[in-house]
């Protein structure tokens, strides 16, 4: 059971996108959101999930201390993963013949900023042999965010991981080359976390100029 039969859980977040009525097109004008819960999912799980936590469960004798929770929401399983751990999740997901997750088609980072962890990392692998596809995923601090890099076991997330450290300041220690790929060497700020400066540039129209959306409104 995933608990998809129970009455919705959410919480209460604010700003960011989706506000509407209040003339701010930066989309930062006070909206207050309601955000769904995942909730843990209890075995069984149903269908292939219950394949695939066992027989990681089996080949990796560190399950119980890696695995934080396990989701299924949306017909996807989620693995949550301490995040002192991820590559050696990894390693076994890949290289285990009973899951055999040959590729890491996607490293990501989110960041729900009233979490005291709020800078997730989402991994996508996907198993060609068996054709199945699962997440995990890792959150970190603001102020620690540390995470083991997977380019050993992955080649795929090189650039991958580069591209989250330059837009969530995700450190990924052991990272063959960790610097910035979509801005400058030398920017300050990571430009994807939702405590970033908008700021922006003007847009101009024929016969009109739109200024830019750090100055359309004043934030308090």
């Given at each position: 059971m995933d608990g998809?039969?129970?009455p919705p859980v959410t919480?209460?977040?604010e700003g960011l996108f989706g506000v509407t009525g209040t003339g701010d097109t930066s989309g930062m004008g006070g909206l207050v959101r309601k955000r769904p819960v995942q909730l843990d999912?209890?075995?069984?799980?149903?269908?292939?999930?219950?394949?695939?936590?066992?027989?990681l469960e089996e080949a990796y004798p560190g399950f119980s201390d890696a695995i934080e929770r396990v989701v299924i929401d949306r017909g996807e399983l989620t693995l949550h993963i301490v995040p002192a751990k991820i590559a050696e999740v990894c390693q076994i997901l890949r290289d285990d013949m009973s899951l055999r997750y040959e590729l890491c088609s996607s490293v990501s980072g989110v960041d729900y900023i009233a979490e005291e962890r709020r800078l997730h990392v989402v991994y996508h692998l996907t198993s060609m042999t068996y054709r199945r596809r699962i997440?995990?995923?890792?959150?970190v601090t603001?102020?620690?965010?540390?995470?083991?890099s997977v380019t050993s076991v992955y080649?795929?997330?090189?650039?991958?991981e580069r591209e989250t450290y330059d837009m969530f300041g995700v450190i990924f220690d052991g990272h063959p080359n960790l610097t910035r790929i979509l801005m400058p060497d030398d920017w300050d700020g990571h430009p994807q976390r939702k405590d970033y400066p908008l700021g922006g540039v003007p847009v101009e129209y024929k016969g009109a100029e739109i200024p830019p959306p750090d100055s359309r409104r004043a934030y308090r």
């Amino acid at each position: 059971m995933d608990g998809a039969g129970d009455p919705p859980v959410t919480t209460q977040g604010e700003g960011l996108f989706g506000v509407t009525g209040t003339g701010d097109t930066s989309g930062m004008g006070g909206l207050v959101r309601k955000r769904p819960v995942q909730l843990d999912a209890q075995r069984p799980y149903g269908g292939w999930y219950d394949e695939v936590v066992d027989a990681l469960e089996e080949a990796y004798p560190g399950f119980s201390d890696a695995i934080e929770r396990v989701v299924i929401d949306r017909g996807e399983l989620t693995l949550h993963i301490v995040p002192a751990k991820i590559a050696e999740v990894c390693q076994i997901l890949r290289d285990d013949m009973s899951l055999r997750y040959e590729l890491c088609s996607s490293v990501s980072g989110v960041d729900y900023i009233a979490e005291e962890r709020r800078l997730h990392v989402v991994y996508h692998l996907t198993s060609m042999t068996y054709r199945r596809r699962i997440r995990l995923e890792c959150a970190v601090t603001a102020a620690d965010p540390h995470l083991p890099s997977v380019t050993s076991v992955y080649p795929t997330a090189d650039w991958q991981e580069r591209e989250t450290y330059d837009m969530f300041g995700v450190i990924f220690d052991g990272h063959p080359n960790l610097t910035r790929i979509l801005m400058p060497d030398d920017w300050d700020g990571h430009p994807q976390r939702k405590d970033y400066p908008l700021g922006g540039v003007p847009v101009e129209y024929k016969g009109a100029e739109i200024p830019p959306p750090d100055s359309r409104r004043a934030y308090r």
